[in-house]
Protein backbone atom coordinates (compact mmCIF):
# COMPACT_ATOMS: atom_id res chain seq x y z
CA UNK A 1 0.00 0.00 0.00
CA UNK A 2 1.15 3.42 -0.64
CA UNK A 3 -0.15 6.15 2.01
CA UNK A 4 0.12 9.72 0.95
CA UNK A 5 -0.64 12.97 3.07
CA UNK A 6 1.08 15.25 0.80
CA UNK A 7 0.71 19.60 0.67
CA UNK A 8 2.60 21.68 -2.30
CA UNK A 9 1.86 24.64 -3.62
CA UNK A 10 2.30 25.09 -7.34
CA UNK A 11 2.60 27.34 -9.49
CA UNK A 12 0.14 26.27 -12.72
CA UNK A 13 -0.87 27.47 -15.64
CA UNK A 14 -4.07 28.80 -13.89
CA UNK A 15 -2.43 30.12 -11.29
CA UNK A 16 -1.18 29.31 -7.74
CA UNK A 17 -2.63 25.96 -6.46
CA UNK A 18 -2.60 24.24 -3.04
CA UNK A 19 -2.30 20.52 -3.82
CA UNK A 20 -3.78 18.73 -0.86
CA UNK A 21 -3.34 14.60 -1.59
CA UNK A 22 -4.90 11.90 1.46
CA UNK A 23 -4.93 8.95 0.20
CA UNK A 24 -3.85 5.45 0.12
CA UNK A 25 -3.32 3.02 -2.86
CA UNK A 26 -3.81 -0.84 -2.53
CA UNK A 27 -1.01 -2.57 -3.60
CA UNK A 28 -0.51 -4.55 -6.59
CA UNK A 29 -3.32 -2.93 -8.32
CA UNK A 30 -3.36 -0.40 -11.40
CA UNK A 31 -4.69 2.65 -10.00
CA UNK A 32 -5.36 5.55 -12.50
CA UNK A 33 -5.28 9.38 -11.91
CA UNK A 34 -7.28 11.45 -14.04
CA UNK A 35 -8.42 15.16 -14.58
CA UNK A 36 -7.33 18.22 -16.77
CA UNK A 37 -4.05 19.40 -17.02
CA UNK A 38 -2.28 21.47 -14.02
CA UNK A 39 -4.36 19.46 -11.19
CA UNK A 40 -1.66 17.86 -9.87
CA UNK A 41 -1.28 14.57 -11.13
CA UNK A 42 2.43 15.09 -12.63
CA UNK A 43 3.36 17.03 -9.16
CA UNK A 44 2.00 13.97 -7.37
CA UNK A 45 3.71 11.45 -9.04
CA UNK A 46 7.35 13.24 -8.99
CA UNK A 47 6.54 13.44 -4.87
CA UNK A 48 6.32 9.89 -5.21
CA UNK A 49 9.59 9.29 -6.85
CA UNK A 50 11.30 11.80 -4.96
CA UNK A 51 12.02 14.18 -8.03
CA UNK A 52 9.83 16.72 -5.89
CA UNK A 53 9.89 17.54 -2.52
CA UNK A 54 5.82 18.02 -0.66
CA UNK A 55 5.79 21.20 1.74
CA UNK A 56 4.19 18.81 4.64
CA UNK A 57 3.29 15.54 4.97
CA UNK A 58 4.63 11.64 4.59
CA UNK A 59 5.11 8.98 1.58
CA UNK A 60 4.75 5.64 2.87
CA UNK A 61 5.15 2.93 0.53
CA UNK A 62 4.56 -0.90 1.40
CA UNK A 63 5.65 0.01 5.26
CA UNK A 64 8.88 2.05 4.81
CA UNK A 65 8.89 5.50 4.96
CA UNK A 66 10.19 7.78 2.13
CA UNK A 67 9.38 10.54 3.08
CA UNK A 68 8.51 12.63 6.39
CA UNK A 69 8.60 16.00 6.80
CA UNK A 70 8.27 15.98 10.74
CA UNK A 71 11.19 13.03 11.45
CA UNK A 72 13.09 14.32 8.59
CA UNK A 73 13.14 11.72 6.61
CA UNK A 74 14.10 11.96 2.65
CA UNK A 75 14.80 8.73 1.05
CA UNK A 76 16.81 8.99 -2.59
CA UNK A 77 14.88 8.50 -5.92
CA UNK A 78 17.47 5.59 -6.37
CA UNK A 79 16.44 4.27 -3.18
CA UNK A 80 12.69 4.14 -3.26
CA UNK A 81 12.75 0.94 -6.50
CA UNK A 82 10.43 2.91 -8.78
CA UNK A 83 10.60 2.86 -12.20
CA UNK A 84 9.53 6.10 -13.98
CA UNK A 85 8.31 6.79 -17.87
CA UNK A 86 7.65 10.26 -17.67
CA UNK A 87 6.27 12.47 -20.85
CA UNK A 88 9.45 14.12 -20.81
CA UNK A 89 11.37 10.44 -21.18
CA UNK A 90 15.05 11.34 -19.10
CA UNK A 91 17.12 9.02 -21.81
CA UNK A 92 20.52 9.40 -22.42
CA UNK A 93 20.99 11.40 -25.33
CA UNK A 94 24.62 10.26 -25.63
CA UNK A 95 23.47 6.50 -25.43
CA UNK A 96 21.81 4.03 -27.81
CA UNK A 97 18.39 2.28 -27.18
CA UNK A 98 20.08 -0.77 -25.46
CA UNK A 99 22.54 0.98 -23.41
CA UNK A 100 20.16 3.25 -21.93
CA UNK A 101 18.06 -0.28 -20.90
CA UNK A 102 21.37 -1.72 -19.55
CA UNK A 103 22.17 1.23 -17.81
CA UNK A 104 18.76 0.61 -15.90
CA UNK A 105 19.30 -3.56 -15.59
CA UNK A 106 20.37 -4.44 -12.19
CA UNK A 107 23.01 -6.97 -11.16
CA UNK A 108 21.39 -9.50 -10.74
CA UNK A 109 19.43 -9.42 -13.96
CA UNK A 110 20.41 -10.77 -17.45
CA UNK A 111 20.75 -8.75 -20.90
CA UNK A 112 18.24 -11.33 -22.09
CA UNK A 113 15.90 -9.10 -20.52
CA UNK A 114 16.66 -6.36 -22.32
CA UNK A 115 16.25 -8.47 -25.64
CA UNK A 116 13.05 -9.68 -24.67
CA UNK A 117 12.22 -6.16 -24.38
CA UNK A 118 13.33 -4.76 -27.10
CA UNK A 119 11.41 -7.65 -28.89
CA UNK A 120 7.96 -7.03 -27.23
CA UNK A 121 8.64 -3.10 -28.10
CA UNK A 122 10.05 -3.37 -31.68
CA UNK A 123 12.96 -1.59 -30.87
CA UNK A 124 15.16 -4.55 -32.19
CA UNK A 125 16.06 -2.31 -35.21
CA UNK A 126 16.38 0.73 -33.09
CA UNK A 127 19.14 -0.45 -30.32
CA UNK A 128 22.35 0.73 -31.50
CA UNK A 129 20.43 4.28 -32.19
CA UNK A 130 21.22 7.18 -29.94
CA UNK A 131 18.36 8.27 -28.27
CA UNK A 132 18.41 11.65 -29.78
CA UNK A 133 18.10 10.19 -32.99
CA UNK A 134 14.20 8.60 -32.28
CA UNK A 135 11.08 9.95 -33.40
CA UNK A 136 8.71 11.10 -30.28
CA UNK A 137 6.86 7.69 -29.99
CA UNK A 138 10.14 5.81 -30.50
CA UNK A 139 11.05 7.63 -27.67
CA UNK A 140 8.13 6.82 -25.23
CA UNK A 141 8.43 3.02 -26.03
CA UNK A 142 12.86 3.39 -25.04
CA UNK A 143 11.28 5.03 -21.64
CA UNK A 144 8.67 2.39 -21.08
CA UNK A 145 11.29 -0.37 -21.69
CA UNK A 146 13.21 1.32 -19.04
CA UNK A 147 11.18 1.49 -16.54
CA UNK A 148 10.01 -1.70 -17.18
CA UNK A 149 13.22 -4.16 -17.30
CA UNK A 150 14.24 -2.86 -13.33
CA UNK A 151 10.90 -5.12 -12.18
CA UNK A 152 10.51 -2.19 -9.64
CA UNK A 153 7.87 -3.24 -6.70
CA UNK A 154 6.08 0.32 -8.04
CA UNK A 155 6.01 2.02 -11.18
CA UNK A 156 4.72 5.73 -12.17
CA UNK A 157 3.41 5.66 -15.87
CA UNK A 158 2.77 9.41 -16.71
CA UNK A 159 0.85 8.80 -20.20
CA UNK A 160 3.56 6.43 -21.06
CA UNK A 161 1.44 5.72 -24.70
CA UNK A 162 0.22 9.07 -25.60
CA UNK A 163 2.63 9.24 -28.58
CA UNK A 164 2.04 6.06 -30.28
CA UNK A 165 -0.41 5.03 -33.20
CA UNK A 166 -3.39 2.71 -31.96
CA UNK A 167 -2.14 -0.60 -32.92
CA UNK A 168 1.46 -0.15 -31.12
CA UNK A 169 -0.96 1.60 -28.45
CA UNK A 170 -3.09 -1.60 -27.97
CA UNK A 171 -0.25 -4.15 -28.20
CA UNK A 172 1.25 -2.53 -25.29
CA UNK A 173 -1.70 -2.08 -22.98
CA UNK A 174 -1.95 -5.76 -23.26
CA UNK A 175 1.92 -6.03 -22.23
CA UNK A 176 1.18 -3.62 -19.15
CA UNK A 177 -1.23 -6.25 -18.41
CA UNK A 178 0.75 -9.15 -18.54
CA UNK A 179 3.90 -7.47 -16.79
CA UNK A 180 1.53 -6.31 -13.90
CA UNK A 181 0.02 -9.94 -14.23
CA UNK A 182 3.79 -11.79 -13.73
CA UNK A 183 5.35 -9.06 -11.60
CA UNK A 184 2.50 -8.14 -8.91
CA UNK A 185 4.03 -4.87 -8.95
CA UNK A 186 1.98 -1.34 -8.05
CA UNK A 187 1.13 0.71 -10.88
CA UNK A 188 0.45 3.86 -11.12
CA UNK A 189 -0.97 5.56 -14.33
CA UNK A 190 -1.75 9.24 -15.79
CA UNK A 191 -4.19 8.72 -18.76
CA UNK A 192 -6.69 11.00 -20.43
CA UNK A 193 -7.73 7.89 -22.77
CA UNK A 194 -10.99 6.89 -20.99
CA UNK A 195 -10.78 3.94 -23.18
CA UNK A 196 -7.30 2.65 -21.81
CA UNK A 197 -8.47 3.92 -18.19
CA UNK A 198 -11.17 1.56 -18.46
CA UNK A 199 -9.32 -1.36 -19.91
CA UNK A 200 -5.74 -1.45 -17.63
CA UNK A 201 -7.12 0.00 -13.65
CA UNK A 202 -8.38 -1.45 -11.03
CA UNK A 203 -9.23 1.97 -9.50
CA UNK A 204 -9.66 5.80 -10.57
CA UNK A 205 -8.60 9.08 -8.75
CA UNK A 206 -10.10 12.37 -10.15
CA UNK A 207 -8.33 15.30 -9.51
CA UNK A 208 -9.95 18.80 -9.51
CA UNK A 209 -7.66 21.85 -8.22
CA UNK A 210 -4.98 20.22 -6.61
CA UNK A 211 -7.58 17.77 -4.90
CA UNK A 212 -9.23 13.89 -4.90
CA UNK A 213 -12.55 14.81 -5.99
CA UNK A 214 -14.03 11.41 -6.54
CA UNK A 215 -12.35 7.78 -6.90
CA UNK A 216 -13.57 4.24 -7.61
CA UNK A 217 -14.50 1.71 -10.05
CA UNK A 218 -13.78 2.73 -13.62
CA UNK A 219 -17.29 2.04 -14.03
CA UNK A 220 -18.60 4.15 -10.96
CA UNK A 221 -16.31 6.77 -12.11
CA UNK A 222 -17.26 7.37 -16.02
CA UNK A 223 -21.35 7.80 -15.86
CA UNK A 224 -22.14 11.68 -15.95
CA UNK A 225 -21.63 14.09 -18.88
CA UNK A 226 -21.51 14.33 -22.83
CA UNK A 227 -21.83 10.45 -23.94
CA UNK A 228 -19.72 9.00 -26.93
CA UNK A 229 -19.38 5.73 -28.30
CA UNK A 230 -16.02 4.03 -27.35
CA UNK A 231 -15.08 0.64 -28.74
CA UNK A 232 -13.49 -2.08 -26.84
CA UNK A 233 -12.18 -5.43 -27.35
CA UNK A 234 -13.46 -8.35 -24.23
CA UNK A 235 -13.59 -11.77 -23.70
CA UNK A 236 -17.06 -13.65 -22.71
CA UNK A 237 -15.99 -15.57 -19.37
CA UNK A 238 -19.42 -16.33 -18.40
CA UNK A 239 -22.78 -16.81 -19.67
CA UNK A 240 -25.54 -17.46 -17.10
CA UNK A 241 -29.42 -17.95 -18.07
CA UNK A 242 -31.60 -15.71 -15.97
CA UNK A 243 -35.51 -16.41 -16.71
CA UNK A 244 -35.51 -15.47 -20.05
CA UNK A 245 -32.51 -13.80 -20.96
CA UNK A 246 -28.66 -14.25 -20.45
CA UNK A 247 -26.23 -12.64 -17.96
CA UNK A 248 -23.10 -12.32 -20.06
CA UNK A 249 -19.64 -11.36 -18.06
CA UNK A 250 -17.37 -9.97 -20.30
CA UNK A 251 -13.65 -9.30 -19.23
CA UNK A 252 -11.83 -5.90 -20.50
CA UNK A 253 -8.27 -5.90 -19.26
CA UNK A 254 -8.42 -5.24 -15.65
CA UNK A 255 -12.31 -5.24 -15.47
CA UNK A 256 -15.17 -7.21 -15.51
CA UNK A 257 -18.58 -6.40 -16.76
CA UNK A 258 -21.87 -8.16 -17.01
CA UNK A 259 -24.53 -7.31 -19.51
CA UNK A 260 -27.61 -8.95 -20.10
CA UNK A 261 -28.68 -10.67 -23.46
CA UNK A 262 -32.11 -11.88 -25.05
CA UNK A 263 -32.44 -15.41 -25.69
CA UNK A 264 -32.36 -14.85 -29.66
CA UNK A 265 -29.53 -12.46 -29.29
CA UNK A 266 -26.81 -15.15 -27.61
CA UNK A 267 -26.92 -17.56 -30.29
CA UNK A 268 -23.61 -17.33 -31.92
CA UNK A 269 -22.00 -16.37 -28.85
CA UNK A 270 -19.66 -19.25 -26.55
CA UNK A 271 -17.07 -19.00 -23.80
CA UNK A 272 -14.09 -17.51 -24.70
CA UNK A 273 -14.92 -15.71 -27.62
CA UNK A 274 -13.21 -12.26 -28.44
CA UNK A 275 -16.28 -9.58 -29.07
CA UNK A 276 -16.29 -5.73 -29.62
CA UNK A 277 -18.07 -4.64 -27.39
CA UNK A 278 -19.67 -1.25 -28.55
CA UNK A 279 -19.85 0.99 -25.21
CA UNK A 280 -22.04 4.55 -24.67
CA UNK A 281 -19.35 6.43 -22.03
CA UNK A 282 -19.59 9.45 -20.56
CA UNK A 283 -16.88 11.99 -19.93
CA UNK A 284 -16.12 8.87 -17.59
CA UNK A 285 -18.55 5.89 -17.66
CA UNK A 286 -19.46 3.17 -19.95
CA UNK A 287 -23.13 1.45 -20.94
CA UNK A 288 -22.19 -1.45 -22.80
CA UNK A 289 -24.32 -3.56 -25.61
CA UNK A 290 -22.89 -6.18 -27.82
CA UNK A 291 -23.81 -5.87 -31.17
CA UNK A 292 -23.23 -8.90 -33.84
Known sequence: MIELRLIKNLNTPNGKMELKIDLS????????????SGAGKTSTFRMIGGLLSPDDGHIVANGDTWWDKSKKINIKPQDRKVGFAFQDHALFPNMTVRQNLEYALKNHQTKKEIDDLLKEMELGELQDKKTDMLSGGQKQRVSLARALVQKPSILLLDEPLSALDNNMRIKLQD???????????TILLISHDIKEIVKLSNKVYVLGN???????????????????????EGTIKGIQEKGESYNVSISIGNNTISIPMAREDIKGYSLGDTILVN???????????IKK
Open 279 to 289: SKITDTTISKK
Open 175 to 185: FILKFHKENKC
Open 25 to 36: IPKGEISTFYGE
Open 210 to 232: GEIIKSGAPSQIFEQGRVDIVKL
